[in-house]
């Protein structure tokens, strides 16, 4: 489907006056200062993904408005998060998913950057005040893939897990994918695997674990594909909501940043990110409760104007009780049906699935 992208010339405008007074001051010390002045600062992780990700980022924008490509408009920031320190935790334990994005939007808050760009899947359904999601890029596939270690090969195209022999240990560190595992197989064992996609690879490679999981958008964009044994089809293992897209925050009073961001806007990307996160609105679980949102637009007829289809996930992290419903509707109420099945698997899901425990 079209994304319905405003033309760059919507864009151009802005920008060029943000250009403009780059270049009078570049003239002219001591010129008269706008809103922003250049270089744009852009906020992430240091991981080989994240800059990655940044880097596309940047390339679609400046494509909007080739004057500040060679100006050096855009300067990177990276930043090291919580997340990324420690290593040998459960998210959970130290804090959340959230931590992924603390310093980085810490420094968004305080005006050090003026932009942030994150991985949907590891952005927290409510912002810190003052921010807001100003953009979401177009979906890379959002799927899980199975990567064995050496001595493991695919044998059943339609049971992925026979691969994996009785007791055998995947190194994980996702209780979404453990407990849709663990509902199939109850006899794997998991270990905790963390760490950029190269650290966990290295680690499968070294036989610390039998096999580990992985996004597959995040193997594609970093040209690793081929890693992937088996890619898991979302009726399989549902995928994280957000996983695949690429998400860009910003102040909220910052309208002129909001604007411009705008206009790369993937709408397909928004509406999908829009129910997804909804549901994990009204869930309200932690990351120790496995829960899995995927959405997706389908055309109800060729020519027509596309569905929007969500299934949702609940379970228990060891496997014993799962939860998979689906719902469909308009993209344009994309928000209500994300909320309308949180409300129902929560209502039909035992009441320690939600629970906090430390």
């Known amino acids: 489907m079209d994304s319905a992208h405003p033309s760059p010339a919507v864009l151009s405008p802005a920008l060029q006056e943000i250009a403009a007074e780059a270049a009078a001051r570049q003239k002219k010390a001591g010129g008269h200062s706008g809103r922003h002045s250049l270089p744009l600062r852009v906020g ?20 909007f408005c080739p004057v500040l490509r060679d100006m050096g408009a855009f300067q990177e920031h990276q930043i090291n998060t919580t997340g990324d320190q420690v290593q040998n935790r459960r998210l959970a334990e130290i804090g959340g998913k959230g931590l992924f994005a603390k310093e980085i939007h810490e420094a968004l808050a ?15 359904t409510t912002l810190p005040p003052g921010l807001v999601l100003a953009c979401t890029l177009k979906r890379e ?3 899980d893939a199975l990567i064995l270690g ?51 690879l290295d680690k499968l490679a070294a036989r610390q674990c039998d096999a580990t999981l992985l996004a597959l958008a995040g193997l594609k964009r970093l040209g690793m594909a081929d ?26 009073d910052d309208i002129e940043l909001r604007e411009l961001l705008s206009a790369i806007e993937d709408y397909e990307a928004r509406a999908v990110a829009t129910a997804e996160r909804a549901l994990l609105a009204e869930l309200d679980g932690s990351c120790r409760t496995p829960i899995g949102g995927y959405a997706q637009l389908i ?41 309308e099945l949180g409300r129902s698997l929560r209502r039909d899901s035992p009441d320690d699935i939600f629970e906090e425990t430390l």
Do not use: W
């Open 299 to 339: 055309p109800v007829v060729a020519g027509g104007a596309p569905e929007l289809h969500l299934t949702g996930l609940v379970a228990r992290e060891d496997g014993s009780f799962l939860l998979k419903r689906a719902i469909s509707g308009a993209p344009e109420d994309a928000a209500r049906l994300g909320h």
């Open 227 to 252: 890693r992937a044994s088996v890619v898991l089809a979302p009726t399989m293992m549902v995928p994280a909501a957000g996983q695949g897209i690429v998400g860009v925050t910003v102040r909220e």
């Open 110 to 124: 305080d005006g050090r950057i003026d932009f942030a760009v994150h991985s949907l899947k590891d952005l927290e």
């Open 44 to 63: 992430t992780r240091g991981s080989p993904l994240a800059l990655v990700q940044t880097r596309a980022f940047l390339t679609t924008l400046t494509k």
């Open 141 to 143: 596939d959002a799927r």
């Open 150 to 200: 050496p001595s493991l090969a695919p044998t059943d195209p339609d049971d992925p897990y026979s691969a994996l022999p009785h007791g055998a240990m995947v190194g994980c560190a996702s209780v979404r994918r453990q407990a849709q595992m663990l509902h199939v197989r109850p006899d794997l064992q998991f270990g905790l695997l963390r760490g950029n996609v190269q650290t966990r």
